[in-house]
């Protein structure tokens, strides 16, 4: 029997992501990938993977799925979470896992992820990945277009995620320790592409205005709320391409930041772009979370650039043995009511 | 060399903009920059992405900085000629008939002419890729004649089926698959737009730079390219290939 995981229930928005599908954007094809690329290749250096290999992206509430495979060893790395392992699928109690380590899991344990806490995305990685087509040369799922992960789209009850191996490595379990997750409370941005549609002191107040995380955020787009931005020349711009990171102010003032799963091109005005150092993090941001935008030059973007490049470099000198029984039992919050799903972004491109 | 301006995308894109407009010249400029910045391979950028009046070029700041990247665009941009290529010619077939073109009587009452002028006004025009975007291997065709000019449509529908050919303002798209669409529907093609398992070109049919005209077809011979489309059986091949410049 083909090695899997099989799937009980879905979880909120539960995709296979990678480091993206680069170089086609000029076909129309959005370049997906995980929203938090730094726990990602986390999640993969636990299981033994080579960085930028497909692992699940589990959005605020996981899903509960069974193990298919002689054992399997799987790692979970993002923000607080109310993971246990339960024995069999009827059963209601297990023993809990904390996020940041690899557990390794037999035939017919269940893996149930409740709620996240403190943070958007986890990342549950297995030894080996999963057994999934490239499309492109990525594995990313892209849903608009209906390709990438498992059938081009999201999780469903029932679908049985196949694996590349049928058990785990002999070795002991690993934890990651000192990996900085936390949610920002400050993004930095370089003024443009479209700076010269607001004025001076619309650009002063954006960068010194707080915004919350608003509902109708999604893979595509994080919607934020706070002082609207006046436009200075209007709303509408002859499209162009949406570089990641792009913040794009619609007709209603409230920017939009553009994520991973970003249309290539858009219609909109775009006041100021998120620095790549700080894409990862952005990423995390869960609603109602509040923040402001800094704004730096190219010079210290790119120095905050190296620094990222060298936290993940540190990745590997940052895991260590799981010392035996230590396992903390993280309580479940509230699950926020963030809708993923509903609520496209409205790129103001001309088709729609 | 036209004029041109560098924007910042943020610390891993430049902007080189030509203009502000849906503009035959300036899309020349941009896919004449793009054609030699591909051609360059340069390392360190990472991707270009042709729209209608700007080149957005992706790169990775530390191995390519963004000086070095200006500098070496400027030095492409030196003696570049807007016409030195055309890209293929297509005529691609398209059924104006019944369920398949929901908004065709419409269309005619807007723009006040007979169904038959809509089919031939909108057939019978070669069209520019201006770019694709939006979806996988979705081209943007223009120019609509100015006769068949309308705004998107107030209500947008949720969702059409892949093949849908609309009109909006200046541009006429072939959907490549199901979407949310605010254009008008005109017709139906067989020929799907994209395919990410086979073919050149990342599966897509349309490369901005082509020239596109469009063959009424019965509704006969649309559902039977339309069953061979879907068997994987239906070949469809440019009229003309691409030019290379003198």
Partial sequence: MTPALSIVRPGLLTTIQDLGRVGHQSLGIAVC????????????????????AGALEVLHLGPTMVVEADDVRVSFVGPRATIDILPDVAAIRGRPVETMRSVRLRRGEVIRIGSLAGGAALYVAVEGGFDVAPVLGSVSTDIRAGIGGWQGRALVA??????????????????????????????????????????AVDIAAFFASTYTVGAGSNRMGMRLEGAPIAHARGHNITSDAIAPGSIQV??????????????????????????????????????????????????????????????????PERIEPVRNGVEAVELAPKLSDHNLISGVVDAGDWIT | ???????????????????????????????????????????????????????MVYYDPIALPAAELIGRIEALMDGVEPTSA???????????????????DDVAARTGLTRAAVIDRHADITYHVYMLGFLPGLAYLGDVTPELMLPRRDVPRIRIPAGSVGIGMAMTCIFPRESPCGLHLLGHSPVPLWRPQNGAGAGALLTPGDQVTFAPIPRHEHDEMAAAAAAGDLVVTPIEPAKDAA
């Avoid at chain 1, 002991?172 to 004025?199: H, K, M, N, T, W």
């Fill in chain 1, 250 to 315: 619609p007709g209603n003032g409230q920017p939009i930041i553009l994520l991973a799963d970003r249309q290539t091109t858009g219609g909109y005005p775009k006041i100021a772009t998120v620095i790549s150092a700080d894409m990862p993090a952005v990423g995390r941001l869960t609603m109602g979370a509040k923040i402001r935008f800094e704004s730096v030059t190219a010079e210290e973007a790119l120095r905050l650039r190296r620094l990222l490049i060298e936290e993940i470099a540190r990745i």
């Fill in chain 1, 33 to 52: 990938g995980a929203l938090d690329p730094l726990a990602l290749r986390a999640a993969n250096a636990l299981a033994g993977n080579p960085p930028g």
């Fill in chain 2, 1 to 55: 060399m036209p004029p041109y301006k560098v924007l910042t995308a943020g610390d891993t894109a430049l902007v080189i903009e030509f203009g502000d407009a849906v503009d035959r010249t300036l899309s020349a400029w941009v896919l004449a920059l793009a054609r030699r910045l591909d051609d360059a391979h340069v390392a360190g950028v990472i991707e270009t992405v042709p729209t209608f009046r700007s080149l």
């Fill in chain 2, 86 to 104: 055309t890209g293929r010619r297509w005529r691609l077939p398209v059924c104006y008939d019944g369920d398949l073109a929901p908004d065709l």
């Fill in chain 1, 158 to 199: 029932g679908d049985h995620l196949p694996l590349r191996l049928t058990s785990a490595s002999r070795r002991e379990e690993s934890r990651i320790a000192g990996l900085d997750l936390s949610l920002p409370a400050v993004v930095r941005a370089i003024v443009g592409p479209q700076g010269d549609y607001f004025s």
